[in-house]
């Protein structure tokens, strides 16, 4: 029997390992057969643990917290799973097509995508705050490292400063950690969990700050977004994509985690910041999006605008349905930005530059992309039958049962803004070409792939239910 | 005060020291030398901390192992970037970001 908690980490680093010894620029078949293996295992996983209605451990080679290391799945990181190998496999097919042979930029991508989703994976499986830690370092370096994949000057730039806001922001976390071990020693969540009271003693309040406020930075929650649309937006769309639609979800789902479960006493006093700086974050980011000049910064800003939505579920964690949004809403973004970004891509290869006002014309040689681009617009902006209309439906709704008027009104601007951005593509991209235009044919996996990512972000608020269903085993909700 | 409580105090002030300097310095080889006082510091606070009863306690320590291997590697990663800006544009600082 193939216990899919163990796997789910080791298959991504083998592949990963194996990729690096092919050598610079190979290993793409092994990562795709690879993440195939994952996404059946993550599916295995969801049926179990939403059959069993409960969390599954394990413990690595057998020895147990708290000298070995356990790993547990429960409804939410088993979703987070579920989202993360369904967004890779297909950026995975998109990369293997979109990376010519000799491209610097490509050279390292296989080994360093594995290392991301081993780190990725584990982090959603870890049960204990460092291996938390560790797991959260190795997702950091390992982004960092695809993002300065085969850039020039600006781009090392952007990867740098990813790297020390990264690194500032596990920092603070890791010493929140040394604190929390000082005061209860131990750092197994299921131990802190009866353990941390509103009566806590000071230093674990400064802790839970220090962690949170760590996390805050890595999720480019503004006021600390500065790295990311840099970052974001000068790397190579496959990676770009990985990125928004799944690293920074990581470290949301980190403090999701936190404040669920062992800081759930401490919380309540931070909750109404917190959901002022994702509307903060909505209105700057949106805004931003709407004046840039070039596509993937312009996709990139809307990143920050979209992670603005999942803080403002904090305020509302004590009703119903929050939750469920805020997951919903993850995998609404991590799938559409997927599709956005890819799109982008071809976009910037078939008109050979990224300016929004290049676009014209493109419309009419690349349907397929553009198709895609909108459909993943359909998503952000909460159109139903998307999955983003699904999460921001459900945010409305949770914040109407809780009078929270201010919510309310932040997500609808929130999607106006969002239909502004994504109509100045459209709008470009279906203007008439000069005559003297040259659209070079791209892969048609690239548009296709594109399209699938797109289509999944709108018909997954078909399947909502089941996602739900999910979120209630182990108790997170 | 004991003497973990000394080394956390003087761990707390190194850690603040050291993110003070990434924010601030602009000489990238300065800025990583700030990450890994920041690191020290952490780590000072996680074993000092842990001291408060007579037995060492190996579990930090073991903690503070994996977590100076983690540093080392951000360490190496930071300078192999600062290495090729500096073959890019000759110069030890970044460059002023393109925010459009």
Known sequence: MIDPLAWLILLPLAWATLAFLLGPGRG???????????????????????????????????????????????GLSTAMLLLTQIVALPLAIYARAYFKADDPAGLYFWPLTGFLLAGLNALFLSADLFNLYVTLELVGLAAVGLVSAGGGAQQIAAALRYLFATLIGSGAYLLGVALI???????????????????????????????????????????????????????????????????????FYLILRLWLGPFAALA?????????????AILWGSYRAIRVQRLKMLIAYSTVAQLGYLFLIFPLLSGAGALQAGVMQAFAHGLAKAAMFAAAGVLIKATGQDRVDGLAGAAERLPLTLFA??????????????????????LIEAALAQGQWLIVAVVLAGGLLAAVYVFRVLRQ???????????????????????ALAAMSVLLGLRGLELMQLLRAGGAA | MTSGLIFAGAGAALFAMGVAGVLLIEHLLRRILAFNLMGSGAFLVLVGLAQHHDAPDPVPQAMVLTGIVVAVAATALALALVRRLHGLTGSLELPEAEDD
């Open chain 1, 28 to 74: 793409a078949w092994l990562g795709i057969g690879g993440l195939a293996g994952q996404l059946w295992l993550a599916v295995g996983l969801a049926q179990k643990v939403g059959a069993g209605g409960r969390a599954i451990g394990h413990s690595v080679g057998g020895w147990g917290a708290p000298l070995g290391i356990d790993l547990a799945a429960d």
């Open chain 1, 181 to 251: 071990y000082g005061a209860y020693g131990t750092v197994s969540i299921g131990t802190l969990l009866p353990l941390i009271t509103a009566e806590a003693p000071r230093l674990v309040w400064i802790a839970g700050g220090l962690m949170v406020l760590g996390l805050m930075l890595k999720t480019a929650l503004f006021p600390f977004h500065f790295w990311l649309p840099p970052a974001h937006g000068g790397a190579p769309a496959p990676v770009s994509a990985l990125l928004s639609a799944l690293v920074v979800k990581a470290s």
């Open chain 1, 268 to 280: 309540d006093t931070a909750a109404s910041l917190t959901a002022l700086l994702g509307a903060a």
């Open chain 1, 373 to 394: 681009f909108g459909l993943a617009g359909v998503t952000l902006m909460g159109l139903p039958p998307s999955a983003g209309f699904l999460a921001k439906w459900q």
């Open chain 1, 429 to 451: 991209a279906f203007l008439l070409a000069p005559a003297s235009r040259d659209i070079w044919p791209v892969p048609r996996t690239l548009e296709w792939t594109a399209f």
